[in-house]
T-cell receptor
Framework: AQSVTQPDIHITVSEGASLELRCNYS??????LFWYVQSPGQGLQLLLK??????LVQGIKGFEAEFKRSQSSFNLRKPSVHWSDAAEYFC????????????FGSGTRLLVRP | GAVVSQHPSWVICKSGTSVKIECRSL??????MFWYRQFPKQSLMLMAT?????????EQGVEKDKFLINHASLTLSTLTVTSAHPEDSSFYIC???????????FGQGTRLTVV
């Protein structure tokens, strides 16, 4: 069964500082991988996705993530955080079988210090 | 990208009543859609897979009789919370299926408050 672990419940960074949010997954093969962001009371916005190919993927809002098969990880990074990035971030794993089910991690709340 | 429209965006209902939430795919057809529930400050938990023309597939621990799912057409799936109680208050969100090299598209979500 697929599973996703986001070890950091919340992270606080200063505006302008770099950011890395961790995501580890468990799946029998290489899954589809996603990062979503959710602002309070809002729906989900897709930041980036990995299906195959280049293991470093670029997303919206200056985010990127790197798929590392050997570490079963898909960490999200941003070189310089803006105050508007404060939100909840979810890593998700998608099954490559016909179900295409998504399993979400527990989320990481990002707080940004001015 | 594909558009999924979910309605209503928020609803308040009395304990014991039923509430229906609609999820429409506006520009694609879907034989499968997914329903998730998110409690405050928690992650999204998959509740069930909605299947067009057949019964929904529920995840372990989800009450089938309480959360009725109907996939009436290739563009509409509905979730009915029957005999709602305050503990059913949550954020419910639907998505399309995604697919081979295609991400799932999510509805805007429905905030249900049972009083």
């Amino acid at each position: 069964a697929q599973s996703v672990t986001q070890p950091d419940i919340h992270i606080t960074v200063s505006e302008g500082a770099s950011l890395e949010l961790r995501c580890n997954y468990s799946y029998g093969a290489t899954p589809y991988l996603f990062w979503y962001v959710q602002s309070p009371g809002q729906g989900l916005q897709l930041l980036l996705k990995y299906f195959s190919g280049d293991t470093l993927v670029q997303g919206i809002k200056g985010f990127e993530a790197e798929f590392k098969r050997s570490q079963s990880s898909f960490n999200l990074r941003k070189p310089s955080v803006h105050w508007s990035d404060a939100a909840e971030y979810f890593c998700a794993v998608g099954a490559r079988d016909s179900s295409y089910k998504l399993i979400f991690g527990s989320g990481t709340r990002l707080l940004v210090r001015p | 990208g594909a558009v999924v429209s979910q309605h209503p965006s928020w609803v308040i209902c009395k304990s014991g009543t039923s509430v229906k939430i609609e999820c429409r795919s506006l520009d694609f057809q879907a034989t499968t859609m997914f329903w998730y529930r998110q409690f405050p400050k928690q992650s999204l938990m998959l509740m069930a897979t909605s299947n067009e023309g057949s019964k929904a597939t529920y995840e372990q621990g989800v009450e089938k009789d309480k959360f009725l799912i109907n996939h009436a057409s290739l563009t509409l799936s509905t979730l009915t919370v029957t005999s709602a109680h305050p503990e059913d208050s949550s954020f419910y969100i639907c998505s399309g299926p995604g697919g081979r090299n295609t991400e799932a598209f999510f509805g805007q979500g429905t905030r249900l408050t049972v009083v």
